[in-house]
């Protein structure tokens, strides 16, 4: 009787603790069905990863290593408990300084057993493993017959990867901050198109501006761009309006004129390695990911441009901005198209260029700004190695402005010409993926180009539209 006693006890302790155990796994499983903020226990996020294939969070430090938070397998049944390491940046960023702040956000990249590569911000709790940017069976019609050496995976397509690409990663992954002046805005002109012109560019970025990760991955002849959001910018705002003072004559046979700010930002780089089939060879899939984290140029200014050089009417703040003729940027990116529009009406005003960007709910064409990297990043890449100067070529800095209460953010670009003969103006756009089976999202990067497409040659051929890859800029 004792020992039927002791049994019941101890299946009541059981199943005591099988209740209260699957209760507890229950309610952590609800908690993290959070699909727009990260829920946190004890100082840890908590993640539920959902899908198939293996992952790896990891996180860039401000010493330049990045850490590995969590490698692991999707799909389980328990949720995941991560510390990233953001006192690190809390640190870095508690100065005395009047900047904006946006402090980096952990990465996940993922392979998932359908053969899709990816890389995103990790910004919820929920997290769902989709093949947002490259096909490793071949999305580009690229397929190679042929088996995997051993110890590497095969999908069906061109590569294969080492099964155990993620332990390679740590090793490999490096991250470099950058504090440069880069150039905003900027228009030339060309070959005395324009008799006069007139032009007004304003740019607010505040607390509902937000740092996006822009993400480029190398895969042989493919460049593959996405963008994924970071964290939003905290601290002080930069309200900047530069405009013509009444019509400008242009005298000089180019005119240039480019708005600069100070910006801190991450270059991420990463390799995983693979086996090409069609080539026969071991490669690295090359992926660069670069985040603002800083905005020094805060406060508001005014100013007015005079035809012959520019005066600031008003300046307050910290690192006013810089009015330079020539760009400081590492290139325009070689997978920008160029928006055309064709001026042909002489002697009389047109509206050359006109660019409004709002907030909004989410990342779009009317809500998104994007500025190449500066020319000491692209150094930098070009020094480690040549496909990861063809990703800088690629590269630029992505904001999103997202509709918040008491915050406003916007940017103008806004150009009129009196033509002195027929003409080309141009802008440049970047189409970047946000996710997974949606729209590609045409970010501008507000460079206006007014030409008639004679020597010397614009980025672009503004007749076909087939652009160049330039090297444009000074460290200076």
Partial sequence: MGITMVSREFLLVVWLLILFGGTIVGALNYMVNNEDSVSRIFGYDVYKIEGSGNYVIYYPLPNGSVKVLKIGKAGGFFPVFVKVPRQEWIKEFSTTEKALYAPPTPLILYITKDGRLGVKSVTSSRIRLEGE????????????????????????????????????????AKAKTFDEWVSVMG???????????????????????????????????????SVSKGHNFEGWALDVSYQSLGPLTVNSNTWERYLNIRVGYIVVHAKVPAYDKLTKKYVDIEIVQTYPIKIHSTGDYNIKELGEGWRFEKSVGQNPPRITKTPNIWSISKEAEWKRKWIGNIGNWEE????????????????????????AAGKYLTGVSPKLGRLASALSLTFGFHKCMNAVSIAVYDVDIKPRKSCYAMYSVVSVNVRA???KVNVPLVFGIITDGKSPSPPCNPRTGICITTKNGDAS
Avoid: H
């Avoid at 397929?143 to 155990?164: E, H, I, K, V, W």
């Avoid at 607010?204 to 493919?222: A, E, K, N």
């Avoid at 050359?352 to 020319?375: C, D, E, H």
């Fill in 437 to 439: 089976g949606g729209p």
């Fill in 352 to 375: 050359a260029v006109f660019i409004k960007q709002l907030q909004a709910n989410s990342l779009s064409s009317r809500s998104s700004l994007s500025i190449p990297i500066g020319y």
């Fill in 187 to 225: 228009l030339k002109i060309e070959n005395r198109v324009a008799e006069e012109i007139d032009f007004d560019w304003d740019l607010l970025l505040s607390r509902s501006t937000y740092s996006y990760w822009t993400i480029g991955i190398d895969v042989g002849p493919f460049t593959v761009l």
């Fill in 133 to 172: 940017f490259l096909d490793l069976k071949g999305s580009y019609n690229v397929q190679a017959t042929g088996s995997c050496p051993n110890g590497y995976m095969d999908f069906g397509g061109r590569y294969c990867l080492a099964s155990n690409w993620d332990f390679y990663f740590e090793s490999r």
